[in-house]
């Protein structure tokens, strides 16, 4: 198992669910800063993203990725950098992933994410599902949170804003608008954990309440 992005909201609590589970024996993080482990299973491992070559081929056998790496556009500093960390970087593992045998992938991904999508963040994520999709993994799960619920260290104020308007409306986003319903960081990875555990055949997207009923398998 392999996961990126597994010192963020989501993949932090990913790696905990992941590492605490009996019939997993290896969860390997790439990641571009040195981490501590928090089990024996448990394999940080720091890599240069800009330079696959670089890395250790060791990492890339494994049977599933998960990536639930990314930032944003106001920690990348513009639209051009936030495109090559969101789609550059992540795309660039998973093909190498996919090369050394990968067959299954998990990718935490956005609502609303789409190539046709005006907004940069919104596209950039569409490219990347669909720039995945065509590497053709054997499963390849789409989780599509929308408003990440969670405690960050980071100020995001705009985020927060939004948590705190939107959170307690949660139950109003029912039927059509369930999709667009703020889910708890812990539920996403949750989730991803139980789309790693019981992989399906093909392409298989989650979003609203679908995503909801994954988390609580
Ligand atoms: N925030 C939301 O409301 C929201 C909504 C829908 C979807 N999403 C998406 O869901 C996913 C998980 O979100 P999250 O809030 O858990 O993310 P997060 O807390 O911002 O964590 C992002 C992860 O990506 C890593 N990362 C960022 N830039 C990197 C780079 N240049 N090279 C290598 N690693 C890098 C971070 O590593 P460091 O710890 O080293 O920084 C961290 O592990 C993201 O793809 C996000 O876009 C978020």
Redesign the pocket.
């Known amino acids: 198992m392999i996961v ?9 609590t990913l790696v905990r669910l992941l590492a605490a589970h009996p019939g997993i024996s290896d969860v390997i993080c ?4 040195p ?1 501590a482990p928090i089990s024996p299973n448990h394999r940080p491992v720091q890599i240069d ?2 330079d696959l070559e670089t890395v250790n081929p060791e990492i890339f056998k494994a049977e599933t990725l998960v ?6 556009l106001k ?2 500093g513009s639209p051009e950098a936030f495109r ?3 789609f550059d ?2 795309f660039q593992f998973c093909k190498k992933a996919k090369s050394y045998g990968v067959q299954r992938m998990v ?5 609303g ?1 789409s190539p046709r999508s005006r907004i940069l ?1 919104l596209k950039v ?1 569409g490219d990347l599902e669909n720039a995945i999709a065509e590497l053709g993994f054997e499963s390849f799960q789409i ?8 405690d ?1 260290q ?1 100020s ?1 104020p705009l ?1 927060r804003f ?2 705190q308007m939107v959170a307690p409306l949660r139950h109003l986003f029912r039927g059509p608008l369930a999709a667009h319903r ?2 708890l ?1 812990t539920d ?1 990875a949750s989730a991803a954990a139980n789309a790693v555990l019981r992989p399906v055949q093909g392409i298989q997207i989650y979003s609203g309440d679908r995503l909801d009923q994954l988390a609580r398998l």
């Not at 990126?4 to 932090?12: K, P, R």
């Not at 790439?30 to 800063?33: I, L, N, Q, S, V």
């Not at 989780?143 to 969670?150: D, E, F, N, R, V």
């Open positions: 990126i992005g597994s010192t963020g909201l989501v993949g932090a790439p990641g571009r800063r981490t993203f800009e990536s639930a790496m990314g930032t944003t920690k990348a090559h960390i969101d970087l992540v990718l935490v991904s956005s609502e994410a963040y994520k989780l599509k949170p929308s408003l990440l619920i969670g960050r980071e995001r985020e939004a948590m703020p889910i960081a996403v």
